[in-house]
């Protein structure tokens, strides 16, 4: 099982093939990937050059569920920009993900950019996204409290905390980190709310 990943990846320099998470296991295995955040950015100067926030390359059971695979890399035309190749429907099993590239997805029967057009390929992905997860940035994959993601993830907690240890709330959001809003009082008429943050407080006169 592969879970609480946080990964952020821009372009090298001979402009490689990019992949968030690469599954190559073997057919007779049971893989879960739950709860990654993936972000790939930057550009390629390679036209052939491929990303893939998810690559699945061989038909083993797999369950992929509340991930975010966010893929904004920019490149030549004739690459792909993709945010989950699955090499064949078999055996997957997939929901409440978020999925943001330009190819959404890519499966046996070819090339997907639409969501409903995806799932209906694959018979997977129903309660999916296509949303910008908004990452706080590009090397900081905490969500912003504005994030569409946040309590998407249903109300089954399949990992019980989060890539900072905080527990998940319900319903869960979507990817490595979970929103927690904490209140703290400054006086008795103002409440401020932050996301893991540290605040200085001052003691009321």
């Known amino acids: 099982m592969l879970q609480q990943y946080d ?31 993936i972000n790939i950015f930057g550009g390629t100067t390679v036209s052939n050059n491929h990303s893939y926030a998810f690559f699945r390359g061989i038909g083993n059971i797999i369950k992929v569920k509340d991930n975010i695979f966010y893929n904004k890399r920019l490149g030549a035309t004739g690459y792909y920009q993709i945010g989950v190749y699955n ?26 950019t639409v969501l409903a057009n995806w799932i209906m390929a694959t018979s997977q992905d129903a309660n999916s996204k296509n949303v910008a997860p908004l990452y706080v940035s590009d090397s900081n994959l905490h969500l912003q409290a504005t994030s569409p993601v946040i309590s998407q993830g249903g109300t089954t907690i399949l990992i019980p905390a989060d890539y900072d240890g905080d527990p998940r709330s ?36």
């Open 87 to 112: 090499s064949t429907p078999s055996g997957w099993s997939a929901d409440r993900n978020d999925l943001w590239a330009s190819t959404l997805g890519y499966c046996s029967t070819g090339a997907y």
């Open 170 to 205: 319900v319903p869960v959001d979507i990817g490595a980190d979970d929103y927690i809003i904490k209140s703290i009082i400054l006086s008795q008429e103002k409440t401020l709310t932050s996301d893991l943050a540290f605040i200085p407080i001052l003691s009321p006169k």
């Open 7 to 37: 990964f952020s990846r821009r372009k090298c320099a001979t402009s490689p093939q990019i992949y968030g998470i690469f599954d190559y296991s073997s057919v007779s295995s049971n893989d879960n990937f739950y709860h990654n955040s």
